[in-house]
């Protein structure tokens, strides 16, 4: 088994800026990508960003591209997105989640273990 704990989520003013954390622990691996999602109320469960295990490939939704920014440290086993030029539709609980593969991936149904979300609410 594998968990995943997030953090660093709160409420910032719009333009602010947010570091989240998210650090794995139990049967974890190096070998796998690591990803974020994030839920708004009433809405599905969308992409955000995601890494290789080995940091040298990152994709992010278009709607985040340019402000925020994913990157992990394998000797911490932990993973990080920095979000910057924060917008009231970023507001949501975000989600750390573990690939099954290797690479940077954006289909939920490609990971495998979830952490249990950080609320971050967004200003305006």
């Known amino acids: 088994q594998v968990q995943l704990v997030e953090s660093g989520g709160g409420l910032v003013q719009a333009g602010g800026s947010l570091r989240l954390s998210c650090a794995a622990s139990g049967r974890t691996s190096s070998s796998n990508g690591m990803g974020w999602f994030r839920q708004a109320p009433g809405k599905e469960r969308e992409f955000v960003a995601a890494?290789?295990?080995?940091?040298?490939?990152?994709y992010y939704a278009d709607s985040v591209k340019g402000r925020f920014t994913i990157s992990r440290d394998n000797s911490k086993n932990s993973v990080y997105l920095q979000m910057s030029s924060l917008k009231p539709e970023d507001t949501a609980i975000y989600y750390c989640?573990?690939?099954?593969?290797?690479?940077?991936?954006?289909?939920?149904?490609?990971?495998?273990?979830w952490g249990q979300g950080t609320q971050v609410t967004v200003s305006s």
């Open positions: 989640a573990r690939s099954r593969t290797m690479g940077a991936v954006t289909a939920r149904n490609r990971y495998d273990y």
């Open positions: 890494i290789s295990w080995s940091g040298t490939s990152t």
